[in-house]
């Protein structure tokens, strides 16, 4: 009895703020000190089925750049952080990888912003999309390290040694071997770029706005229904995601 109590209090404290939102997205002139909303309405859920609505517009730019990073930095990772299996200063460069992560994403974001503003990549797409490379891609040669064993090197060798091409080592050996930390990889970076905030505010200059800038701007402007709003939005992915990792993943692992 003391552990069911225990658990519906731990998830009533998870679901309230999604059920928050949930409510404050479809109401309409909520005002204190009314305990519950006047009235409800579907008219900001339908702003998603306009075109030239700033909600639609931000989710698809956002998915569109999430799954943009975390392909590019994925599958740069991985190919590096071979490469650097087998360097001899190997320590060196993993070191210089955890730079990005010894400032805040905020610092690192005007100590570059100048970089961006000269090669004429601030507030573009590919600017943002580069900025949030550059914390996506170390995260990504850090996590694969610990894939490239001497198990993994030696199998690779020999694979070579017999004759077999780079295409079929990759796609017959490694790829079978790696793919539960390729999906989790790219689960991560792409939630890396998706809640990304500092950098894209600052490289973007507000103007490139994915969800997290659209939320602040909600939030700042205190349209708390359309806040509400993008912030279920931006929720939705990572749910989706933490599922899939579950289902087709972690239960092959287990």
Same mark, same amino acid.
């Given at each position: ?235 939705? =992915? =990572? ?16």
């Amino acid at each position: 009895m003391f552990k069911k109590g225990v658990l519906l209090i731990v998830l009533l404290g998870i679901l309230l703020p999604f059920l928050l939102m949930g409510l404050l997205s479809v109401s309409k002139g909520w005002f204190y000190p009314d305990i519950f909303p006047k009235s409800f309405t579907l008219g900001h859920w339908q702003l998603l089925l306009h075109q030239e609505s700033e909600l639609q517009q931000s989710l698809l730019l956002s998915l569109l750049m999430a799954l943009g990073v975390a392909s590019v930095a994925t599958l740069l990772g991985f190919w590096v952080s071979k490469e650097l299996a087998y360097a001899k200063q190997r320590n060196t460069w993993l070191l210089l990888a955890y730079w990005p992560f010894v400032l805040s994403p905020v610092v690192l974001a005007i100590l570059l912003q100048r970089f961006f503003i000269y090669a004429g990549l601030s507030v573009s797409f590919i600017g943002v999309s580069l900025g949030q490379l550059l914390l996506a891609f170390p995260y990504t040669v850090i996590l694969f390290q610990s894939f490239w064993s001497n198990y993994i090197l030696e199998l690779y060798q020999q694979s070579v040694t017999l004759g077999a091409s780079t295409v079929q080592v990759f796609r017959q050996i490694l790829l079978p071997i790696a793919a539960p930390i390729l999906l989790i990889c790219f689960f991560q970076t792409f939630l890396i770029s998706w809640f990304e905030y500092g950098l894209t505010q600052l490289i973007g200059v507000g103007k490139i706005k994915t969800l997290t800038i659209l939320v602040f701007k909600y939030v700042n402007e205190a349209n708390i229904f359309h806040a509400a709003l993008a912030s279920l939005l931006l929720m939705l =992915p =990572p749910c989706l995601l933490l599922w899939l990792n579950k289902r087709f993943v972690f239960s092959k692992l287990v």
